[in-house]
C-alpha cells in the first residue's frame, strides 16, 4: 500500500521503459508539496494572499457570504476557496479559515477490479466561533468578526495579508533601475549652483521654514568645475552640516531646515540639489 511522505530528500528520477506504481507517484507529489510548502512558510509568511472578504448576503439579512480567494497557513498550504460560500450566522462570533485536516479522499474508483479513490479533497474548512471562545481552531485563519444586528450582520474584518517576511536588504545594490527619483514622490526644493568659499568662511543655504510636518530630504553635493594651483590639479574636502532649527511654541512647534558649505582649503562652486520628500 503507498503510503505518504516518505522521504522528501529523493526526487524522481524517470528513465525510459521504467515499471512506475502509486506510490512513485505518491513521491513525486509531495516531493513538489513540500517544496512549495517550504517556501511559503520561509519567504511569504501566514495570512490571505487574495480575496476571502466576507460580505453581508443579499438574499438573507442573517447570513454573509465568504468570496473566493486564497491564503497560506502556518504550514505553508494553500486554502483555496474556489466559490463564494454563505454562512448563518446566530451569534457574535469570528469566522476562522482552515486547512482540511485530516485530508479528504474522493472520486472513489474499483477501475480495474480494486476499490480506491483517485482525488484528494483539499475543501477550504470555514469555521465560526463564539466570540468568547477560548482559542480558535488550532492553525486556523481569522476572517471576520460577525454581529447579529436588526436587519442585518455587522462585520469586521479581521484579515492579515501574506507577504514577504522581514528581511533587510544586504546586497550593495537593487536591480538596475528599479529606485529613480521618477519613481519617488519627491518635491526638487532646491537646484542652484552655489559657490563655497574658502576658509574660515562658510555657506549657509536655507532649505525650508517653519515646517510643522515631518519631512524628509535627500541632499547631493557635486562640484561642477575642477580646480587647480599651480599648474597641478587641487584636492579640495568640501564639509556638509545639515542644520535643524526647531521653535518651540506654547501650542506648537515648527523646525527649519539649513545646509552648511565649507571648503578646506580652496573655494569652490558646487551643484546643489534638495529633494523633499514628505510622510503621507
Not at 62 to 90: H, K, M, N, Y
Amino acid at each position: 500500500m503507498a503510503t505518504r511522505n516518505r522521504d522528501v530528500t529523493k526526487r524522481l528520477n524517470f528513465f525510459d521503459r521504467q515499471f512506475l506504481r502509486a506510490q512513485d507517484f505518491m513521491d513525486e507529489q509531495d516531493y513538489h508539496l513540500d517544496r512549495r510548502r517550504r517556501h511559503n512558510r520561509a519567504l511569504h509568511g501566514t495570512g490571505v494572499a487574495e480575496g476571502l472578504e466576507v460580505v453581508q448576503n443579499t438574499g438573507d439579512p442573517a447570513s454573509v457570504d465568504v468570496q473566493p480567494g486564497w491564503a497560506v497557513d502556518a504550514d505553508g498550504r494553500e486554502i483555496v476557496l474556489a466559490q463564494a460560500r454563505t454562512i448563518d450566522v446566530t451569534e457574535a462570533s469570528e469566522l476562522y479559515l482552515s486547512y482540511p485536516d485530516p485530508e479528504l479522499l474522493s472520486d472513489e474508483s474499483t477501475d480495474p477490479g480494486v476499490t480506491g479513490f483517485t482525488r484528494v479533497q483539499e475543501t477550504a474548512v470555514l469555521t465560526r466561533v463564539p466570540t468568547d471562545a477560548s482559542s480558535p481552531p488550532t492553525g486556523s485563519l481569522a476572517l471576520a468578526g460577525l454581529a447579529p444586528v436588526t436587519g442585518a450582520v455587522e462585520i469586521t474584518d479581521m484579515r492579515e495579508l501574506a507577504g514577504l517576511r522581514d528581511a533587510e536588504v544586504t546586497e550593495d545594490k537593487l536591480a538596475d533601475g528599479a529606485v529613480s527619483i521618477a519613481k519617488l514622490k519627491s518635491s526638487l526644493v532646491l537646484d542652484t549652483v552655489v559657490p563655497v568659499p574658502a576658509p574660515p568662511e562658510t555657506e549657509v543655504i536655507p532649505i525650508e521654514v517653519n515646517v510643522s510636518s515631518p519631512r524628509f530630504y535627500l541632499i547631493s553635493v557635486f562640484p561642477v568645475a575642477n580646480l587647480t594651483i599651480a599648474g597641478q590639479r587641487a584636492i579640495v574636502t568640501s564639509t556638509i552640516k545639515w542644520q535643524q532649527l526647531i521653535e518651540f511654541q506654547p501650542t506648537s512647534q515648527t523646525v527649519s531646515y539649513r545646509l552648511e558649505l565649507e571648503s578646506d582649503s580652496q573655494p569652490v562652486d558646487a551643484q546643489v540639489k534638495v529633494y523633499r520628500f514628505e510622510e503621507t
